[in-house]
C-alpha cells in the first residue's frame, strides 16, 4: 500500500482526467452535436460530482480532521483548503441543478432543455478553482499524509475514495 500522501495525488489525477473528459464531452457537444448525448453527459456528470464530493467530504471529516490533531501548524491551511470545498459544492450545485429538470436527460422532468453553454461555464469556473486547489493541497498535506501510520485510518475513510475504486 502506498502512503497517505501519495494515495491523495493519484486520487487527484484520476479527478483532473474525469473533469477533462466530461470536459472535452461538452466541447464535443456544443461544437457539431456529435459529442454525447445530454442524457449521457448528464450521467457523467453527476457521478463526477458525486465522486468529488465524497473525496472532499471525506478529507473534511478524515484527513483534515486527523492533520489538525496532529499537525497544528497545519490548521489554518486545513481552514483554507475546508472553505474551497464550500465553493466547490456551490458550483457542484450549479451543475446539478442545470441538469435536473432537463427532458432530454430525463424523460420524467418537467422544466427546460439544458444549455451546454452554462454547463460549460460552470465546468471552466470548476476546473480553474480545482487545479489551484488541488496543486495547494498536494504541496501543502503531501509530507504530513505520508507521516501517518496506518491506525490514521484507511484511504477512503481519510480520503473518501480510494484509487482502487476507479482503477480500469
Given at each position: 500500500m502506498s502512503a497517505y500522501g501519495q494515495q491523495l495525488i493519484e486520487i487527484?489525477?484520476?479527478l483532473r482526467e474525469e473533469l477533462a473528459r466530461?470536459?472535452?464531452g461538452v466541447e464535443t457537444h456544443l461544437a457539431d452535436g456529435t459529442g454525447p448525448r445530454t442524457g449521457d453527459l448528464r450521467a457523467h456528470c453527476l457521478?463526477?460530482?458525486a465522486a468529488l464530493t465524497r473525496h472532499h467530504t471525506g478529507e473534511d471529516g478524515g484527513a483534515f480532521r486527523v492533520l489538525a490533531e496532529r499537525e497544528p501548524a497545519l490548521r489554518?491551511?486545513?481552514?483554507e483548503l475546508a472553505a474551497d470545498h464550500e465553493v466547490v459544492a456551490g458550483i457542484l450545485s450549479r451543475?446539478?441543478?442545470l441538469f435536473a429538470a432537463d427532458p432530454a436527460a430525463d424523460p420524467g422532468a418537467t422544466g427546460t432543455p439544458v444549455d451546454p453553454r452554462r454547463v460549460r461555464a460552470e465546468l471552466d469556473g470548476l476546473a480553474a478553482l480545482l487545479e489551484s486547489h488541488l496543486v495547494y493541497e498536494e504541496k501543502k498535506l503531501t509530507a504530513a499524509l505520508d507521516a501517518?501510520?496506518?491506525s490514521a485510518g484507511t484511504t477512503s475513510e481519510l480520503l473518501g475514495l480510494?484509487?482502487?475504486e476507479y482503477a480500469d
Open positions: 487527484h489525477r484520476w466530461l470536459r472535452e457521478a463526477f460530482c489554518p491551511v486545513l481552514a451543475v446539478e441543478e501517518l501510520d496506518p480510494t484509487p482502487v
